[in-house]
């Protein structure tokens, strides 16, 4: 209940911040020379991926503290972060096709920073798919755990591939300077709030739904039993 009422309280939050995040993008932020009006997807695209990156890192803590403990709230909060992770990073990788179309002259292009992220879709997409494939709780959140644990190592990856190697992604974030002036900076930043405010209490409400799915599952084992 207690974790239901902050997923109702962050729900709160988020629906106040977002219509505000999306005002600012479209009437505060000035429009950049280069690129023009495609260069607001920056302020969706950005928060996107490290929410992404935060949902990645939250599962492999999880994945830990279930090897260590064996208990099902962190399998749930594993489950919960996976899930969100795949569908943000789904979002990172349609809003930088989008973006990159205008710019790049193509949907898609084998850069270092596009692929790393394609395969972290799909490693922790198959950690869903087996989930769903593994009726045994404890085998299931067993694998699941290593998947999430090995899974993560590819996020720095995909942090620094735009400086480790030959790429055209775009780097604003520097290690000495942010390449935004104070306007868009303040914007990237509230985008950047409500999404994190919207991640907390989805992930909340989810945590507190796989929870009551275990113990409803609990109920029809000891019924058949």
């Known amino acids: 209940m207690l974790a239901l009422n902050r997923s109702t309280l962050f729900s709160g939050f988020a629906a106040v911040m977002i219509p505000a995040a999306i005002g600012m993008v479209f009437f ?4 950049e020379k280069t690129m023009g009006s495609v260069q607001k997807i920056f302020y969706f695209h950005l928060p996107l991926a490290l929410t992404a990156f935060l949902s990645f890192f939250v599962a492999c803590i999880s994945g830990i503290m279930y090897l260590r403990r064996r208990q099902r709230i962190w399998d ?3 489950a919960a972060s996976v899930e969100i992770g795949v569908v943000l990073t789904t979002l990172v990788l349609i809003t930088g096709s989008l973006w990159g179309r205008p710019i790049w002259n193509t949907w898609w292009t084998w850069d270092p920073r596009l692929t ?6 799909f490693i922790f997409a198959s950690c869903l798919i087996l989930r769903s494939a593994i009726d045994e709780e404890g085998k299931r959140a067993t694998f699941s755990a290593v998947l999430a644990i090995v899974g993560f190592l590819d996020v720095p990856i995909v942090f620094l591939s735009a400086r480790l190697f030959r790429s055209i992604h775009p780097t604003v974030i520097r290690a000495d300077s942010v390449g935004l002036e104070s306007s868009m900076l303040l914007t990237l930043l509230v985008c950047m709030a409500a999404m994190l405010i919207f991640w907390a209490g989805l992930y909340k409400f989810r945590v507190s739904l796989y929870l009551q799915e275990a113990k409803v599952n609990d109920l029809q084992i000891d019924g058949t039993s």
């Open 28 to 31: 505060y932020a000035p429009l």
């Open 76 to 78: 749930a909060r594993l």
């Open 116 to 121: 790393t992220s394609l395969i972290l879709w």
